[in-house]
């Protein structure tokens, strides 16, 4: 079984900085894709920014340039969040997931979340 747990969320005031983690563990696949998505209260859930373990970067336009992913291992993965905005506030989610070579068959993995506030 895979478990992934995130750390580092809460309060910041605009235009100050936090540093999300997350660490995969269990029975992973080598090639994968770690990713942290968002969801406000009311909002649908959106990718912020992912990385493959050969370092494919994918980040949403929204955070770009403020927003820094980051992978050490095949099994964590780091955001760096700067400048940070009120409309920022969400709950983000750690995700892992990999397709099974040679089929289609993709398995995903999620965290419980952490909670973002920018707020004075």
């Known amino acids: 079984q895979v478990q992934v747990v995130e750390s580092g969320g809460g309060l910041v005031q605009p235009g100050g900085s936090l540093r999300l983690s997350c660490a995969a563990s269990?029975?992973?696949?080598?090639?994968?894709?770690m990713a942290w998505y968002r969801q406000a209260p009311g909002k649908q859930r959106e990718l912020v920014a992912s990385m493959t373990t050969s370092g494919t970067i994918n980040v949403a336009d929204s955070v770009k340039g403020r927003f820094t992913i980051s992978r050490n291992t095949e099994s964590t993965v780091s955001l760096q969040m700067n400048s940070l905005k009120p409309e920022d506030t969400a709950v983000y989610l750690c995700?892992?997931?990999?397709?099974?070579?040679?089929?289609?068959?993709?398995?995903?993995?999620w965290g419980q979340g952490t909670q973002v506030t920018v707020s004075f």
């Open positions: 269990g029975a992973i696949y080598g090639q994968n894709t």
């Open positions: 995700n892992l997931f990999w397709v099974i070579v040679p089929t289609t068959i993709r398995k995903d993995y």
